[in-house]
């Protein structure tokens, strides 16, 4: 099975401008490509986590990517599924978010003896002169067009800023600039960025009479059509300095049965015969998938090492057999917050944060969501004392967070 038809069958293309084309062009190898990831945050998501294995299958497979960090898009902003303006960064701020990007990629991508290359969108657009892109590519675009995107749609309804309104422009710019510069006729993103990619397209088309291509990859969504990625305590970052490999795997861990297969199926890079044989899997078995889910995530982003590190630790809270306490999440307790030799439950959910302030803390405490070594705490005056601190204990938040104290 070649990687098209690959892709196909693991349900990962939404939409294509020319489908014979794209498919002649990766299943030949050797097709420079890009995907543009804007600097947001300082760290790769979940959200992220459909493009990056695209760009590593699409790489195995003997294609060539252009990962385009959007250090000048960051600038404006993409207004693509969102409901508000997002909010403006520092130039300071996107060149350091870039540079995190960056430092991540490389576990999922080979830079090696330029198999692919990482390039910045600030190089070429934070130097254009206005008018003369207004003259170059503003007339190419008919804004009647433009507020047909779905996109724009979204904003219209509370308000459209102009500066979102460039977003489409600039972003089709750089597919332009690729074409130029970089023979790149072929620009891969997430379905969200169908209208934005046809922009692209299009002014190739119309500045250079050439033909580009695009093709969408199915959003991350779970089976009751909500996108992936969030938690009760947030985003599920790549970092593991932001969401613990533990963290990381128990996300995956907790997978609903009905999206478990799919999600082996368009994330991992498992055999699809070996998939098809879990496909019949039913009760107890879907256990099974979801470990297998979760390890070979964890694998991907963090490494086997932490992997099986989060999955002993999983184990020995969850049972199973084989778990190793020494790896649950723990949180070290300088004594110095110690009072009169103990400590307050609501201190130390906020120290340790399991909570995110003291408040939020009382409030956890008043739904019976904290229990410490299995033994639920729902008085915001109850303290632990040093002697009890000195064994360790275990807290749970919810039914799925644990979090083991080590006094130091």
């Not at 503003?138 to 500066?163: D, T």
């Not at 994330?267 to 015969?273: M, Q």
């Not at 019976?368 to 008085?379: E, F, P, T």
Request: charged share 25%; hydrophobic share 35%; aromatic share 10%.
């Amino acid at each position: 099975m070649q990687i098209y038809e690959e892709l196909v069958a693991r349900g990962l293309i939404a939409q294509v401008t020319d489908e014979d084309k794209i498919k002649e062009m990766i299943n030949k190898g050797g097709a420079t490509f890009y995907i543009g990831i804007d600097p947001t945050a300082d760290s790769l998501h979940v959200g992220h986590f459909m493009q990056l294995c695209l760009i590593k299958r699409l790489q195995m497979a003997g294609n060539r990517p252009i990962i385009l960090l959007g250090g000048g898009t960051g600038y404006v902003g993409d207004p693509s599924g969102r409901s508000d303006m997002r909010s403006m960064m520092t130039p300071e701020t996107i060149r350091h978010n870039c540079e995190c990007f960056q430092k991540q990629m490389e576990r999922f991508v080979d830079f090696s003896d330029g198999k692919a290359i990482v390039l910045n969108n600030a190089d070429w657009l934070l130097n254009l002169n206005y008018v003369d892109l207004l003259r170059e590519v503003g007339a190419c675009f008919s804004v009647n067009n433009m507020l047909r995107a779905e996109c724009y749609k979204q904003r219209m309804e509370k308000g459209l800023s102009f500066l979102e309104f460039n977003y489409m422009i600039m972003q089709s710019y750089d597919f332009y600039y690729l074409f130029k510069n970089y023979d790149c006729a072929l620009q891969f993103g997430g379905d969200d960025q169908w209208s934005n990619m046809l922009g692209g397209t299009e002014l190739i088309r119309r500045k250079l009479g050439k033909d580009a291509y695009a093709m969408t990859i199915t959003l991350l969504l779970n089976s009751e059509g909500k996108k992936m990625g969030k938690t009760a305590n947030g985003t599920v970052w790549l970092n593991p300095d932001k969401t613990s490999p533990f963290e990381f795997y128990q996300y995956w861990r907790n997978t609903d049965d009905k999206d478990v297969i799919r999600f082996i199926k368009m994330l991992t890079f498992l055999p699809l015969e070996e998939i098809e044989k879990m496909s019949s899997w039913q009760g107890s078995e879907l256990n099974t998938a979801k470990d297998i889910l979760a390890y070979e995530l964890t694998s991907l982003v963090h490494g086997k090492e932490e992997a099986e590190k989060a999955r002993k630790a999983s184990l020995s809270l969850f049972g199973g057999g084989n778990g190793d306490e020494k790896e649950v999440p723990s949180y070290l307790l300088d004594k110095k917050e110690l009072k009169d030799n103990k400590i307050s439950i609501v201190d130390l959910l906020a120290l340790s944060k399991l909570a995110s302030s003291k408040s939020e803390a009382r409030r956890l405490l008043s739904q019976n969501g904290i229990s410490i070594d299995g033994r639920v705490i729902n008085d915001p005056s109850y303290t632990i004392c040093e002697a009890e601190l000195e064994t360790d204990i275990l807290i749970k938040k919810g039914k799925k967070t644990f979090l083991k104290i080590v006094l130091n």
